[in-house]
Antibody, heavy 124, light 108 residues
Framework: QVQLQESGPGLVKSSQTLSLTCSVSGGSIRSGDYYWTWIRQPPGRGLEWIGYIFYSGSTYYNPSLKSRLTISIDTSRSQFSLKLSSVTVADTAVYRC????????????????WGQGALVTVSS | SLVLTQTPSVSVAPGKTASLTCGGDNIGSKSVHWYQHKPGQAPLLVIYYNSDRPSGIPDRISGSKSGNTATLTISRIEAGDEADYYCQVWDYNADIVIFGGGTKLTVL
């Protein structure tokens, strides 16, 4: 069973950089079938796709966050990470990592496995 | 870019049927996926490829799509169905994932 687990500071000061790591177990992060994804949910609001990374290191970002965002991957540790710079209180959210099935011989594009989520609060 | 529109809230009595819709330009050409999200839990995939159910999802939950509107139907509503439901599309040409705004399903 694939498991994803987020880790990182739960409190970040405004203007600083939010950093989170997702640890993957039960499946290979080196698989060419998946995009490793970050998704967030601000309090009382819906899900927002942040971006995803392929095992090769290719990244694709939400245009609204692209200028502040870096997603990286460490296949040797079976982890991928998120860095969001210059945060404001609007970046307060539950951040989740998830696995997107991207290559399946047809049109794929859904998330079967998710982490439990990490609440990150940005203080002013 | 593609925007997915969902009704913010739906209320249904136990035993009845709930129909949750997800509309968007050009989703007729894309696969729509649905998630059930309960507080404090990870979202759960309940429908993929418009109408397929993952193993373990009861057949009370079904999906369909007609034109630019996808529908998640939950029949014989139970208290445990109360949750937020999100539709999602992957625009693989633009490498963008889009979520609908979500529908809060309340069981009366």
């Amino acid at each position: 069973q694939v498991q994803l687990q987020e880790s990182g500071p739960g409190l970040v000061k405004s203007s600083q950089t939010l950093s989170l790591t997702c640890s993957v177990s039960g499946g290979s992060i080196r698989s060419g079938d998946y995009y490793w994804t970050w998704i967030r949910q601000p309090p009382g609001r819906g899900l927002e796709w942040i971006g995803y990374i392929f095992y090769s290191g290719s990244t694709y970002y939400n245009p609204s966050l692209k200028s502040r965002l870096t997603i990286s991957i460490d296949t040797s540790r079976s982890q991928f990470s998120l860095k969001l710079s210059s945060v404001t209180v609007a970046d307060t959210a539950v951040y989740r990592c998830a696995r997107l099935l991207a290559f399946c011989g047809g049109e794929c594009g859904y998330f079967q496995y998710w982490g439990q989520g990490a609440l990150v609060t940005v203080s002013s | 870019s593609l925007v997915l529109t969902q009704t913010p809230s739906v209320s249904v009595a136990p035993g009845k049927t709930a129909s949750l819709t997800c509309g968007g330009d050009n989703i007729g050409s894309k696969s729509v996926h649905w998630y059930q999200h309960k507080p404090g839990q990870a979202p759960l995939l309940v429908i993929y490829y418009n109408s397929d159910r993952p193993s373990g999802i009861p057949d009370r939950i079904s999906g369909s799509k007609s034109g630019n509107t996808a529908t998640l139907t939950i029949s014989r509503i139970e208290a445990g169905d109360e949750a937020d439901y999100y539709c999602q599309v992957w625009d693989y040409n633009a490498d963008i994932v889009i979520f609908g705004g979500g529908t809060k399903l309340t069981v009366l």
